[in-house]
């Protein structure tokens, strides 16, 4: 796990999330330009939210949704012989 000084690491991610999301809207939706220092801290957040996603096992598509307030359509499956049977239903 990455360096956090924040022992729960699920409180972590949503922390990084909302942060994340916050410079995203300022940026798409409102189109600011980030500042130097801000630009800084979105590459380290970014960073630390990949590293902690990582540790999840969630997929880049997961966090892109995750951003996005998107929540997945289908449920991961392992692609085991029970998940394959009952993908042939």
Not at 63 to 78: A, D
């Amino acid at each position: 796990m990455s360096s956090s000084t924040i022992t729960d690491p699920k409180r972590e991610l949503i922390h990084q999330i909302d942060a994340i999301r916050d410079y995203a809207k300022r940026m798409v939706l409102e189109g600011e330009t980030l500042g130097v220092d801000e630009a800084a801290d979105l590459d380290s957040r970014m960073r630390e939210f990949m590293s902690i996603g990582g540790d999840y096992g969630l997929t880049s598509k997961e966090m892109v949704g995750l951003v996005l307030n998107q929540s997945p359509k289908e449920k991961r499956e392992c692609g085991c012989y029970s998940c394959n049977a009952r993908k042939q239903m």
